[in-house]
């Protein structure tokens, strides 16, 4: 049986997750995962649970957050993702 690193929950379902440091995590859910590994945007804080955008090696969680922290080099960046095409 696993015990969770975040929450110390012991669950006989844990999993393991592998950086590309080498590091090995255990946790008992993906919440938990999300909360020890999702980097955080630089703009707004919130947890980036999944694409993002990066921009000059800075994170953030949507084109809005990029384009207020970084005008130069965000103000090509669109957010897309359920935008009407015309």
Excluded: Q
Excluded at 24 to 44: G, Y
């Amino acid at each position: 049986m696993g015990t969770c690193e975040v929450c110390g929950n012991e669950y006989w379902m844990t999993f393991e997750v592998r950086t590309v440091s080498g590091d090995v995590h255990t946790f008992d859910s993906f919440e938990c995962a999300a909360h020890r590994l999702a980097p955080i945007c630089e703009h707004c804080g919130c947890k980036i649970i999944g694409h993002g955008v990066e921009v000059s090696g800075r994170f953030f969680c949507c084109a809005h957050c990029a384009r207020a922290v970084d005008r130069e080099h965000g103000a090509g960046l669109r957010d897309t993702v359920g935008t009407h095409p015309g």
